[in-house]
């Protein structure tokens, strides 16, 4: 054989073997180094199976098999670890956008963040699809609804500014039920007039299928209003409208959703389905209320246990939150409601307990988390996007976009018209055109259509279609253009101002205020039942929650404290505490640590000593130069007013005085009828100087004769004709005016005399009676 074979072939041969023999060779080596032997389980034993024991000893007679395998040096098993890979990459493609776009201040200034978000998402779904791999469905309801908008809506409602939205909750509630109500109802009917129109090709949709269409449209959605508003900096009461209209409407959206979907197999809708409709839009409402009220008492009773444990802190608010969530939409309740309810409740008394650093932990792990999860919806919406199906119809689409506004902007005009009737502060036409022009679509609404069952609604791809379209529409086009149209019509912006202590007491001055006047007036307005709760939380639930002597604290005190300790961080945070000694602690930490000194008793205080005859003196000084006053000055309570046993006094006082005005009148015109002219009357500077220097000495003058004439004017009745007499009698003050001439022996009188005297008109008041002196001296 070798020489019939060529040389070529013969050394091509050799080669090959001396190649097989040295890869047998290295297996050998390698099974001896490192080989993975298993046994055989089919072991048999030379008996046909059956164990042989001997009585000395158990000896079993088997066989094993080791089929023996390379060690795996690498190996890969990615669909071991897929679900979480591809989770991580989603999150890292959104952390990197997201940074990428901030570092571009130009485009972020153009562009909202959200527009460019769903432009990646796009790009990555085209470019799954452009690889030839199916597109996955990312944003699938149950993702959404249970991992990426709960944080989103935690965040939102744990921080929610508590004061403007009570303020506005009527307006944010007309908005949120009457608004979305209207909006479904215009959308969804005349959706189906344009149905039934021939040449639309449309007419095998049915009026229950356009009205869920409408309720699912028509919702304004909080991601999208969140993400485009906090970029304009739009002032607080719009963003606190819009943003509470997209939180509240929830429980609408949930109510409708479910109503449409229930009947529409059935065809029909009694009216005993409407007001079981109305029923359950309340338990829904409440009861999400209601659920995520007990689970924020219940975490703030928990964190009052929490200070030997600071590390699990944070745990406890995200999990009671959570579950929260997750307990309302077990029961179909709104879940929105519910973590917004939580989150509010919770959070002035878990502040209260926990320490510093957990508060830091929570703030920013829930602004993270709501960031994160924001990215990843609009990412997901593009690539849901790409990944279809898709039904067009253009027809249906553009009658949808549409609709949309032209419900939108009718809607809040006619609100708005209703709303300034009540409001104090009237919404004003630009007003009115910012919250039109915001309500915008976004993820919740796909979602929901999404889970619209493909035999119950043949239609369910045309509707995720328009729902798209009008995500695109809303998030893009009005998204985009808001903020120019801010600028253009000078609308009023968030104002940057940081919270002073003086501005604080302001405002609680200005609550109590408000308190007390409704108290008086007896009108029980938001003022009064805002005080009802204030007290009620302070005498009950604080004890309760609160741990240790903090809920003794008045809020202006902790909010003092709080604002304090965030000055000395940022002092420390901006280089200014480099120049405090070390030995020597700020003041500003020592005021929270140290206890302040009470004051010394009031035994214990230097006191300068006066003789009696000095005490005298002053006390002399003070009862001739203080004026003294009829009315007494008593202190006010707003909790304990009384009757003010002064009162039928005081009145009778001002009759009297009003009474003698009236007499003075009449006077006047009598004095034409007197024969007898009057004396000068002394200057007011006269006057003052006389009643300064002797108060009673104007009520103590008496006739010094009998046979004087005396002319009495009765007060009961001045126009009768028997009011006016001549009397040489003196009568008693309290009977009527008293008019005489002075005698010539009197005080007062010059030496040479008056050869014309006349009669001396007394027409101010006649004081009151001896005891009554000293408690009620005249007012001048």
């Avoid at 509240?248 to 109503?259: E, G, K, M, P, R």
């Avoid at 990843?376 to 849901?384: D, E, N, Q, R, S």
């Avoid at 000055?567 to 930490?589: D, F, N, R």
């Avoid at 309290?734 to 014309?756: H, I, R, T």
Wanted: aromatic share 10%.
């Amino acid at each position: 054989l070798a020489h019939l074979l060529p040389n070529r072939c013969q050394s091509f041969l050799e080669r090959g073997l001396l190649l097989l023999v040295m890869l047998i060779f290295l297996e050998g080596t390698v099974l001896t180094l490192g080989a993975a032997s298993s046994p055989d389980i089919s072991a048999q034993d030379n008996t046909g199976g059956h164990d042989h024991r001997g009585i000395e000893g158990s000896h079993v007679h088997t066989n094993y098999t080791y089929t023996k395998k390379a060690f795996p040096v690498l190996s890969l098993d990615y669909h071991h670890i897929q679900v979480p890979f591809e989770i991580s990459l989603w999150v890292l493609l959104a952390s990197l956008m997201k940074l990428g776009f901030h570092l571009i201040p130009r485009l972020s200034s153009i562009v909202p963040e959200s527009c460019l978000l769903i432009v990646v998402g796009l790009l990555v779904g085209g470019l799954i699809k452009l690889a030839g791999e199916e597109v996955p469905p990312v944003l699938d309801s149950n993702l959404f609804f249970l991992c990426l908008l709960p944080p989103i809506i935690l965040d939102a409602g744990y921080f929610l500014p508590i004061r403007p939205f009570m303020e506005n909750i009527g307006t944010i509630l007309m908005f949120a039920v009457v608004g979305t109500l209207w909006n479904a109802f215009f959308v969804g009917g005349l959706l189906y007039a344009v149905c039934q129109i021939e040449g639309t090709y449309l007419s095998q949709v049915e009026l229950l299928p356009c009205l869920l269409f409408g309720s699912i449209i028509s919702a304004v959605d909080p991601v999208a209003v969140l993400a485009v508003f906090e970029e304009i900096h739009i002032n607080e009461l719009l963003h606190i409208l819009v943003f509470g209209e997209s939180l509240l409407n929830d429980a609408v959206t949930v109510v409708l959703y479910h109503l449409f979907e229930e009947y529409s197999g059935a065809g029909e809708v009694t009216p005993m389905d409407v007001v079981l409709g109305v029923i359950c839009f309340l338990i829904v409402s409440l009861g999400g209320i209601a659920v995520g009220a007990i689970y924020g008492i219940l975490a703030a009773f928990t964190s009052r246990f929490t200070s030997h444990t600071r590390v699990i802190e944070p745990l406890f608010m995200f999990v009671y939150s959570y579950m929260a969530y997750l307990s309302a939409e077990m029961f179909h309740l709104s879940g929105i409601m519910a973590l917004i309810a939580c989150g509010a409740v919770m959070r002035p008394y878990v502040e209260a307990n926990i320490s510093h650093k957990s508060h830091t932990t929570v703030k920013y792990f829930l602004k993270m988390w709501s960031s994160v999860s924001e990215t990843l919806i609009f990412i997901f919406l593009g690539v849901a996007t790409v990944a279809g199906p898709h039904a067009w119809n253009w027809t249906f689409v553009s009658v949808t976009v549409i609709l949309c506004l032209v419900s939108r902007v009718i809607g809040v005009v006619g609100l708005t018209f209703i709303i300034n009737k009540f409001r104090i502060v009237k919404l004003t036409t630009k007003d009115q055109f910012i919250v039109a022009y915001g309500g915008l679509r976004g993820a919740i609404a796909f979602s929901l259509g999404y889970l619209l069952d493909k035999d119950l609604f043949p239609m369910r791809t045309m509707f995720l279609t328009a729902i798209i379209t009008e995500i695109f529409f809303t998030v893009f086009v009005q998204g985009m253009t808001i903020k120019p149209l801010v600028d253009l019509l000078a609308v009023k912006k968030k104002q940057e101002a940081k919270r002073s202590i003086n501005e604080e007491i302001h405002t609680q001055f200005l609550d109590h205020l408000l308190t007390g006047i409704e108290d008086i007036c007896g009108h029980y307005g938001h003022h009064h039942w805002k005080d009802k709760l204030n007290r009620f939380n302070k005498k009950y639930i604080k004890k309760c929650l609160i741990a240790g002597e903090r809920y003794k604290e008045p809020q202006l005190i902790a909010f003092y404290h709080k604002m304090e300790f965030k000055q000395a961080i940022e002092l420390v945070e901006s280089g200014g505490g480099v120049k405090l000694p070390s030995a020597m602690p700020s003041q500003v930490s020592m005021q929270n640590i140290q206890p302040k000194k009470l004051p010394p008793p009031v035994a214990e205080r230097a006191l300068p000593q006066f003789t009696k005859g000095r005490e005298e003196e002053i006390r002399k000084i003070l009862r001739s130069n203080l004026q003294k006053t009829r009315q007494r000055l008593r202190s006010y309570n707003r909790h304990t007013l009384v009757a003010d046993p002064f009162e039928d006094g005081w009145n009778d006082f001002l009759l009297k005085k009003q009474r003698l005005i009236e007499l003075e009148k009449k006077m006047t015109e009598m004095s034409n009828y007197l024969t007898v002219p009057g004396a000068i009357p002394d200057s007011p500077t006269m006057c003052r100087a006389r009643l300064a220097s002797d108060p009673n000495a104007f009520y103590n003058i008496k006739a010094s004769s009998d046979g004087v004439p005396t002319i009495q004017v009765d007060l009961a009745s001045p126009q009768s004709p028997d009011s006016v007499n001549m009397e040489g009698a003196d009568r008693d003050e309290d009977q009527g005016l008293m008019m005489k001439p002075p005698g010539k022996g009197e005080k007062g009188e010059e030496e040479g005399g008056n050869k014309n005297p006349g009669l001396m008109r007394c027409l101010s008041d006649p004081g009151p009676s001896n005891e009554d002196e000293e408690d009620e001296p005249f007012l001048p």
